[in-house]
């Protein structure tokens, strides 16, 4: 099963949609719409309820390949925060909306207030890609070198600003960050950040 087989049945059967996908599936209509544009890897234990959504006989599914399953197991899981698509640098509209829950890995399980975040452009190409998943732990130290999802205001906007890149330093008036592609260095207004969150790793989801 794959995003192709999906959307052929969206297409051919009638009264199936995405919405009510998503509905079956417990998950935010964002998920889906992510599974379609292959940003998303369906995950082995939800084919039995796409199937069922569709009517579709239930087969024994191939497992999916080990690379895209998380190594670790538990029940505990981490929202994944949804944002607009990327622009300049890839600068996005922070919503701070739940699109989905992954996996909780376990380098961060004393982490209280853990989220998970796609990337969204390639700023920060190849360190990341479009698409990749990336685990935040805001309660980690920010130092130089590390990673960071930094949220901050703008004038223009009503609502927040973010982007990931490179922590390079702190001073003053201004906090000093770097991306990959083009490469360059970034200064954002101190007083303009709401968060920099350290970025402790990056996967599948």
């Known amino acids: ?65 080990r690379l895209l399953e998380p190594t670790w197991r538990g029940g505990e899981t981490i929202p994944v925060l949804g944002v607009a698509e990327a622009g300049k640098d890839g600068l996005v509209e922070w919503n701070g909306e739940v699109v989905d829950r992954v996996a909780k890995p376990p380098f961060m399980a004393g982490a209280t207030n853990a989220y998970a975040v796609f ?51 702190r001073g003053g008036a201004q906090t000093i960050l770097h991306q990959f592609n083009p490469k360059k260095d970034l200064a954002l207004a101190t007083a303009q950040l709401k968060a920099l969150h350290r970025i402790v790793g990056s996967g599948e989801a």
């Open 1 to 65: 099963m794959d995003a192709e087989w999906i959307r052929q049945r969206l297409d051919a059967i009638p009264g199936k949609t995405q919405a009510g996908l998503a509905r079956a599936l417990g998950l935010d209509p964002a998920a889906v719409t992510r599974i379609l544009q292959g940003k998303r890897h369906i995950k082995a234990y939800e084919i039995p309820a796409i199937e069922a959504y569709f009517d579709a006989p239930h087969r024994e599914s191939p497992p999916l390949p």
């Open 119 to 169: 990337v969204q452009g390639d700023s920060m190409w190849p360190r990341y890609s479009h698409g990749e998943l990336v685990y935040v732990h805001p309660g980690r130290p920010v130092t130089p070198g590390c990673f960071v999802v930094a949220q901050f205001e703008t004038p223009d906007s009503p609502t927040p600003r973010a982007f990931i890149k490179q922590y390079v330093r």
